[in-house]
């Protein structure tokens, strides 16, 4: 009998828990439904393949230019990186580090250890330049992604950039990564 009683007064704290949490959800205006145009903004992933890339193009010879602009301040002149007086680590380096992978102190930077192209131009497209992300056009990411590949020895100096060829673009660690999971596919019932 007592576990009953347990049992019941159990699922009215519950039910009077869920209620209340509710209530106070509507009370102080937590959260909304967010529009078509909202959800648009943020919906800009791209894939490996190149699935999500916007329209637009760019150069090595336009991305050189812009990187002077709105990069090298962190990223350096090279893209060797940026040191922070007072802290520890800094910009982080964005050429070099071949063949450092497999030591104790590997260099992980866009030409050493990222697997697809697309992936530079998506993390710029959401990130970059750091005090003002989602700021550059689609043609100033292409051309900026083309330079960073361009000084990784990646694309040649006349190489432009599109959604056709972006994905193309061979990266030195594309082979470096576990793309089929080995473990078994477990599914959690509804």
């Known amino acids: 009998m007592s576990r009953s009683i347990a049992l019941?007064?159990?699922?009215?704290?519950?039910?009077?828990?869920?209620?209340?949490?509710?209530?106070?959800?509507?009370?102080?205006?937590?959260?909304?439904?967010?529009?078509?145009?909202?959800?648009?903004?943020?919906?800009?992933?791209?894939r490996g393949d190149g699935a999500g890339l916007p329209p637009g193009q760019g150069s090595v010879t336009q991305g050189r230019e812009i990187f002077?602009?709105?990069?090298?301040?962190?990223?350096?002149d090279k893209g060797e990186g940026r040191a922070v007086p007072g802290a520890v680590g800094g910009f982080d380096r964005l050429v070099g580090g071949f063949g450092t992978l497999d030591t104790?102190?590997?260099?992980?930077?866009?030409?050493?250890?990222?697997?697809?192209?697309?992936?530079?131009?998506?993390?710029?497209?959401?990130?970059m330049p750091f005090n003002a992300p989602q700021t550059l056009t689609n043609d100033?990411?292409?051309?900026?992604?083309?330079?960073?590949?361009?000084?990784?020895?990646?694309?040649?100096e006349?190489?432009?950039?599109?959604?056709?060829?972006l994905p193309r673009v061979k990266m030195p660690n594309q082979e470096g990564f576990i793309t089929q999971d080995p473990r078994p596919d477990v599914r959690s019932k509804p």
């Open 68 to 76: 002077s602009q709105t990069c090298a301040a962190c990223h350096g």
């Open 104 to 127: 104790a102190s590997p260099t992980l930077t866009v030409g050493s250890y990222w697997p697809y192209a697309t992936t530079l131009f998506d993390y710029v497209r959401r990130a």
């Open 8 to 46: 019941v007064a159990v699922l009215i704290t519950l039910g009077l828990a869920a209620n209340m949490t509710a209530a106070a959800a509507e009370r102080v205006g937590i959260g909304h439904a967010i529009s078509p145009q909202d959800f648009a903004a943020w919906d800009i992933d791209v």
């Open 140 to 156: 100033q990411l292409y051309a900026v992604s083309a330079y960073v590949l361009y000084m990784n020895n990646i694309v040649p």
């Open 158 to 165: 006349d190489a432009v950039l599109d959604a056709l060829t």
